[in-house]
């Protein structure tokens, strides 16, 4: 599949996504966020990818906000329909995947930006990353899950002054915030996600497939993600993945997971 403003490949597991608009600082225009849900899709469906990177290219932004000229002379109705189309095709649709997605966040993540590594399953930064959602600057506030999933991940006192402040935090900031796992250098952002990959294509797809439904049923309004743990977790024991990971502990050997 050919792409015009980004870049997929696929290597022992792990299929890595860059966002190529480096003139642009990466920005999120609508093609780009439509060859997006294309990408991402394709590994969904790719029965040889366990984990999905998606980063920046340049060593400048991870996407530094949405293409505003796209959207500045919106209406209502069509800033709603902005909005919802792209928590549907791209924010919403990253975040319910059944296949981890880490994002790699080398440089400015503002706002789209920050709402896309948001979305992700979790994030590592390098250490010249800068994060923010600014969008209260030009009179908009955050439209791609940025007021709730940043609340979910900092807590609703932080979230607040940093979208109302419409300022940035470090990398070493969001280390403390909980926003990023971890901070390494430009040089290392790569390789450590790529580790920490490897070590999740070890693990079973279908388990972990299971986890990440639950895990995001607790944030989902009218979810009992208790119930929906209890439902994944029996679930799991009609696997082939379950059969082999529990005779393997038993043998004392190392899982050969047949799942997906």
Avoid: W
């Amino acid at each position: 599949m050919s792409y015009n403003n980004i870049l997929s490949k696929v290597s022992n597991s792990i299929n890595t996504i860059i966002i190529n608009r480096p003139n642009k600082l990466n920005a999120l225009n609508k093609e780009t966020i439509k060859e997006l849900h294309k990408a991402f899709k394709a590994a969904e469906e790719d029965s040889e990818v366990k984990v999905i990177i998606v980063t920046g290219s340049g060593e400048k932004a991870f996407v530094a906000g949405a293409d505003i000229s796209e959207f500045a002379d919106f209406d209502v109705k069509e800033g709603k329909k902005l909005s919802a189309k792209g928590h549907d095709i791209l924010f919403d649709f990253v975040e319910n995947l059944s296949k981890p997605v880490i994002a790699a966040v080398n440089g400015f993540a503002l706002g789209g930006g920050l709402e896309l590594a948001m979305a992700c399953h979790f994030r590592v930064a390098s250490d010249n990353a800068k994060m923010g959602l600014p969008e209260v600057s030009l009179g908009v506030i955050p439209g791609y899950g940025g007021t709730q999933r940043l609340p979910n991940l900092v807590g609703k006192g932080r979230a607040m002054e940093m979208i109302m402040t419409a300022g940035m935090i470090d990398a070493n900031q969001a280390l403390t915030y909980g926003l990023v796992n971890h901070v390494t250098t430009q040089e290392e952002l790569i390789p450590l996600c790529t580790k920490l990959a490897t070590k999740i294509t070890n693990n079973s797809s279908v388990a972990i497939s299971a986890a990440i439904r639950a895990i995001n049923a607790n944030y989902t309004d009218g979810i009992n993600g208790f119930d929906i743990e209890i439902k994944e977790f029996g679930n799991c024991f009609g696997t082939e993945d379950f059969v082999e990971g529990t005779t393997a502990f038993l043998e004392k050997r190392k899982a050969n997971f047949p799942g997906k």
